[in-house]
């Protein structure tokens, strides 16, 4: 099956530590997103990726970090600095195809602080 | 800044009938719309675009709206069934998909 996938479904953290969200995808797309979900609002991009060993600030990037080694993955990781973290974390990949507008969603990873 | 809201957080509406999701946008830059459907506890799923040149386009049982005049966007659900129960959200991209603008959804809960 061809799709993007999340892990861990459910993470906790302790104040303090860092953790890294696990992004897959197997749809041979070059770009590749994270956005944060809170509660009533829309989705608010961190960090895209349109090409391998490259990342680009969304809206939100302070306080976490990304990295690009291989094209199917994009792991998030969400640092001490980010002082609100617990939040429902949706990664996504889309074609760069001309027109293009279709992004294709994993099932999302929430994070609790505890 | 730009940014995309909607008018209805929540629609109600019984199952066969029609459901209208309306979406305000803010950015007449924009060259593409787009409505999103998020079910409980999982990722937004693609519904349908639309491009700024165009005011109207239809999928399977939805139609999509665009009026440039007043900057609005509505997707129409014909015979909404209790599958399309979820949050929809509108967004609007220019430049790239990376500049793509999320609104806050509404929710639609269909009655049976």
């Known amino acids: 099956d061809g799709g993007i996938t999340q892990s861990p479904k459910y993470l906790f953290r302790k104040e303090g530590q860092n953790v890294t969200l696990s992004c897959e995808q197997n749809?041979?797309?070059?770009?590749m997103y994270w956005y944060r979900q809170d509660p009533g609002q829309g989705l608010r991009l961190i960090y895209y990726s349109q090409i391998v060993n490259d990342f680009q600030k969304g809206d939100i990037a302070e306080g976490y970090s990304v990295s690009r080694e291989k094209k199917e993955s994009f792991p998030l990781t969400v640092t001490s600095a980010q002082k609100n973290p617990t939040a429902f974390y949706l990664c996504?990949?889309?074609?760069?195809?001309?027109?293009?507008?279709?992004?294709?969603f994993g099932q999302g990873t929430r994070l609790t602080v505890v | 800044g730009e940014n995309v809201g909607l008018h209805l957080p929540t629609l109600s509406v019984q199952e066969g009938d029609n459901s209208i999701i309306n979406c305000a946008y803010s950015n007449s830059a924009s060259d593409y719309f787009i409505w999103y459907k998020q079910e409980s506890g999982k990722g937004p799923q693609f519904i349908i675009d639309i491009r700024s040149n165009m005011d109207k386009r239809q999928g399977q049982r939805v139609t999509v709206l665009l009026n440039k005049t007043v900057k609005h966007l509505s997707l129409q659900i014909a015979a909404t069934q209790p599958g399309d129960s979820a949050v929809y959200f509108c967004a609007e991209t220019f430049g790239g998909y990376q500049k793509v603008t999320f609104g806050t959804g509404t929710k639609l809960q269909v009655i049976p």
């Open positions: 749809l041979n797309h070059d770009a």
């Open positions: 996504a990949s889309s074609s760069l195809f001309p027109g293009n507008t279709e992004a294709f």
